[in-house]
């Protein structure tokens, strides 16, 4: 298969990467890089899929692998994952002879393993540099939910129609359901067979990076997981903070103890973000020294600054967040050309053990298996938004009323701009077009 063949195929079929924010994954095939890497981290606490997906379809998806390294030329593949997932790896390794340039990098179990710059530097000891790209450094990462993805289109022409989602926390069964994408998450929530508290929220994604959803959302190509928790636990709570009181707090109680930037992972990569000196000039409102501010925006959300490192309980990720949306609409960009420092010896005492931060969250009694359900559930309707990936949403091609199959195109990639086909996920007949979602019911589903 040539380049410009896979790069068709992958478009069409609407893959983009399944978790996170769903970047459309032709894009990432780059014909200049020499890494291919498959991101089976899964740092998040409580999040099992990609692992369990690895140990059902090992073969489905280092097949993928080798296709997309041979179409761009990379000689090395890395399947890297941590040492902990043993079925995974020996399903790996059971197919490996098939493969010639199939290596596995195992990592520990630590936090935010499965960060892009993280895994690049634990697999290839090469760091990107602040601002850049993966493949500037010649590395192109996909996660596992993906390669599968492309398994699929290009063997069975099956386009993205289905997304696996882990539903766990206070519910009685905690499973991985394969489902619909479109379809309601407090029926996917209902599968796992109910809610064991009488007041849940609902985190969309993991305990870390996620966030407060409501369970009338549908599922998209990114769902990854649904994490039901009481309103009162930890974690809910710490979502709940808001920027203008926890400024205020910023300003009474910072103490720069350096918690925050010792253990945030990219100042650890030699990057120049420095949260507690942000968390200085924002609680004096000092507006003399750019630097933090700027520096800031290299942050990548992972965290664990708030849920972690603060001994006073301090938000400098929100913080950064809003200053960092506020400095965006202002026009500020990013400082580029910033190389980073040699990366620090320290770095490796100052990993963060993911059984350490579980504990501290207060998630270790929901750390249970989920494993991958073979339930086929069919919704009655699906609510399927336009806009599922970074980039421009699709645009409409069907109009209300008209009957439409599963696999069948609804929205195409508009013509020029980064972005991927809608496919319609059930047989069914549609209801409502909108800027935002087309609506889709079922004659023939299971409620």
Known sequence: MNFDELKQIMRE?????????????????????DTVILN???????????????EKNAYEIMWALDLVSKTIGASNVIIA????????????????????????????????AGDEFVLIYETTGR?????????????????????YNVYKAVNDKQPVVNKFV?????VKNPQTFLVPVGTKLSEVIELSGGITVNDPAYVLGGPMMG????????????????????????????????????????????????YCTDLCPRFLLGHPIEPHEFMRVVSNSDTVKVKPYLDAMFCSGCGLCEMYSCQQGLSPKLLIDEFKKGM???????????KPVPVPKARAFRKVPLARLRSRLGLSKYDVSAPISDLQYKPSKVKIMLSQHIGAPAEPCVKV?????????IAVASEGKLGVNIHSSIDGIVKEINNKYILIVSEGGNR
């Open 13 to 33: 079929a609407g893959i983009v990467g399944a978790g996170g924010a769903g970047f459309p994954s032709y894009a990432k095939l780059d014909k200049t890089v």
């Open 40 to 54: 089976c981290a899964e740092c998040e606490p409580l999040l099992r899929l990609h692992r369990r997906l690895l």
């Open 81 to 112: 994952l941590k040492k902990a997932y043993k079925k995974a790896i020996e399903a790996i390794e059971v197919e490996l002879d098939s493969f010639e340039n199939i290596t596995v990098s195992t990592l520990d179990e630590v936090y935010p």
């Open 127 to 147: 760091v990107v540099a602040p601002g850049a790209i993966p493949s500037s450094v010649g590395v192109t990462v996909f996660n596992v939910e993906t390669m």
């Open 166 to 170: 882990t539903v766990t926390g206070e």
């Open 211 to 258: 966030r407060l959803g409501s369970p009338n959302e549908p599922v998209t190509k990114t769902t990854n997981a649904v994490i039901v928790l009481p309103q009162n636990h930890y974690v809910v709570m710490r979502k709940r903070v808001k920027p203008t009181i926890d400024l205020k707090r910023t300003m009474a109680s910072c103490c720069q103890c350096r």
């Open 328 to 338: 965006r609409a202002a026009g500020v960009s990013p400082p580029k050309g910033i």
């Open 401 to 409: 009323d008209d009957k439409v199959t599963v696999g069948q195109v």
